[in-house]
């Protein structure tokens, strides 16, 4: 494990995941990920909301595939970052961040005032 590359972030599903399955039984999910954080400027509180790329391979992606998560899900997400270069349909040259998923627990609800994390890698 590359310990100079990693990454923790907590926050709600974007999206639901979206499962492709490739010839050779390979799964990739991808969805997207808001984390939220909350400063003071000016005297106000601010929310600052960042959104992420999230790519789970193999196993990750099946087990995200039978789980019920969905829309506005809170989930951890540890992983690392990879950054790739590609050409669009238009002949431009587009950079892209994402993070490749290692591990996702999801957070639930058990009652009100208490969670309970269940992790699904």
Same mark, same amino acid.
């Given at each position: ?13 974007? @999206? ?44 990750? #992606? ?17 992983? @690392? ?13 587009? %950079? ?13 609800? %058990?009652?009100?005032? #208490?969670?309970?994390? %269940?992790?699904?890698?």
């Amino acid at each position: 494990m590359n310990l100079r590359n990693r990454v923790q972030l907590i926050g709600n599903l974007g @999206s639901e995941p979206q499962i492709r399955e490739f010839e050779n039984g390979r799964k990739l999910a991808r969805f997207s990920l808001a984390t939220t954080d909350v400063y003071k400027k000016e005297g106000k509180y601010v929310r600052d909301t960042q959104w992420h790329s999230v790519t789970a391979w193999n196993k990750l #992606a099946e087990v995200l595939q039978n789980r019920e998560v969905s829309t506005g899900s809170e989930v951890i997400v540890m992983g @690392s970052i990879v950054s790739s270069t590609f050409t669009d349909r238009n002949g431009n040259e587009r %950079k892209i961040s994402e993070i490749v998923a290692d591990s996702i627990m999801v957070r639930r609800l %058990k009652r009100a005032d #208490a969670k309970m994390e %269940k992790n699904i890698a």
